[in-house]
């Protein structure tokens, strides 16, 4: 992650046994915004759809609809939806989605935890 005010780049990384690469990416949606100093003001860019539609699309719906999807089934991974929506409302976020691409900077560097992570866990 970068932060633009001070100019400090932030860098984390994990794993979780027996997971999901969508239930990763919204792991890393929560560090986003819990892991700057500030998280007041956060402008979140990701290549994951599911992270940027869900926190800018969906997740209103799901609320009203008792964490159904318009399909009548349960949310997926309901309970990282949940902290999300607790710390979108903490301060304001920003969710934008951004092609990856591993030619940049960020997503190099992305590649290379994720991968780091990966071979940690195995």
């Given at each position: 992650?970068?932060d633009?005010l001070?100019?400090?780049?932030?860098?984390?990384?994990?794993?979780?046994?027996?997971?999901?690469?969508?239930?990763?990416?919204?792991?890393?949606?929560?560090?986003?915004?819990?892991?700057?100093?500030?998280?007041?003001?956060?402008?979140?860019?990701?290549?994951?759809?599911?992270?940027?539609?869900g926190?800018n699309?969906?997740?209103?719906?799901?609320?009203?609809?008792?964490?159904?999807?318009?399909?009548?089934?349960?949310?997926?991974?309901?309970?990282?939806?949940?902290?999300?929506?607790?710390?979108?409302?903490?301060?304001?976020?920003?969710?934008?989605?951004?092609?990856?691409?591993?030619?940049?900077?960020?997503?190099k560097?992305?590649?290379?935890?994720?991968?780091?992570?990966?071979?940690?866990?195995?």
């Amino acid at each position: 992650m970068w932060d633009h005010l001070n100019g400090t780049a932030y860098e984390y990384s994990g794993d979780e046994l027996n997971t999901t690469s969508q239930r990763m990416e919204l792991v890393a949606g929560i560090m986003a915004v819990t892991n700057l100093p500030d998280h007041s003001h956060i402008n979140v860019t990701s290549n994951s759809q599911y992270l940027v539609d869900g926190m800018n699309l969906y997740l209103t719906n799901w609320k009203k609809n008792e964490w159904q999807t318009a399909g009548k089934k349960p949310v997926a991974n309901k309970d990282l939806w949940e902290k999300l929506d607790a710390l979108n409302q903490e301060g304001f976020v920003s969710w934008n989605w951004g092609k990856g691409n591993t030619k940049s900077f960020g997503a190099k560097t992305a590649y290379a935890l994720a991968r780091g992570a990966m071979r940690k866990a195995a």
